[in-house]
């Protein structure tokens, strides 16, 4: 759970939920409190049987049901099978699931790393190595294919431009055309990074962002397109490696 900032927080259509005067008190350097965790369900494409699988990306539904990547590789010596999960919104069971492969036949199948959900409702979904965003229906239909310059480490949509973000291996923000996948301005270095996954916040015009190494605790921070700087920078008690960030109300779910 996030910090008390103060104010009521104002729900918005992708979830993210604080004032620019309600966030002004929230230091960087604050730290988020733990509340609970939730063991995905097992059966997704790749995983090990009888338990979960790798989040690899994390979004919700207009409907409250969970979007969520699959890193579809149980280990490291595995092929990978990577899937795009549709939770119910308890996260306790598998509503639908969508394979890169029935998805894009052709791919060269390779890790999923970030999902969103554009303002159609449907679900964006990448591979990092091969470049590809795929835009699909929640029935798992394609739509379109975008190829992009940069592997593709995170993935979101800005819902006030239609433009579609994603985050390269690095700390690089980039900003394609949703359409043609081509750049519509120049990337924004995040100079924080390298960013693990990312969130768009309509209310005030930047992406949350997560980062951190292996064995340590993760941060959540956020990155305002309008100062070009990350304004804030919170601490995530016992979550490391994270590969899925949501941010609803005060809470947070990687």
Request: negative net charge.
């Amino acid at each position: 759970r996030l910090p008390e900032y103060g104010g009521v927080p104002t729900m918005t259509g992708d979830g993210l939920v604080f004032s620019g005067a309600e966030l002004q008190s929230a230091a960087i350097g604050g730290v988020v409190t733990f509340l609970s965790a939730t063991e995905l369900p097992a059966g997704a494409s790749g995983s090990v049987a009888g338990r979960g699988f790798t989040c690899t990306g994390l979004a919700r539904l207009p409907d409250g049901k969970w979007v969520v990547g699959n890193h579809g590789k149980a280990t490291s010596a595995s092929a990978f099978a990577p899937s795009v999960v549709i939770l119910t919104a308890d996260m306790a069971s598998i509503f639908a699931e969508f394979t890169i492969a029935s998805i894009d036949p052709a791919a060269t199948l390779d890790s999923v790393q970030g999902v969103a959900v554009n303002s159609t409702g449907n679900i964006l979904v990448s591979q990092k190595a091969t470049k590809k965003i795929y835009e699909i229906t929640t029935a798992g239909e394609l739509v379109t294919t975008l190829t992009v310059l940069a592997v593709v480490n995170a993935l979101g949509f800005n819902s006030l431009t239609g433009n579609v973000l994603y985050a390269d291996d690095g700390n690089q923000i980039r900003n394609v055309n949703p359409t043609t996948g081509a750049a519509v301005s120049a990337s924004k270095s995040v100079e924080s990074g390298p960013i693990d996954k990312i969130q768009f916040d309509s209310t005030l015009n930047g992406v949350w962002y997560t980062s951190g190494t292996n064995g340590a605790d993760g941060k959540l921070g956020f990155f305002s397109f309008a100062s070009q700087t990350t304004t804030h920078m919170l601490t995530l008690p016992g979550a490391d490696a994270i590969e899925g960030c949501y941010v609803w109300g005060r809470n947070v779910y990687v």
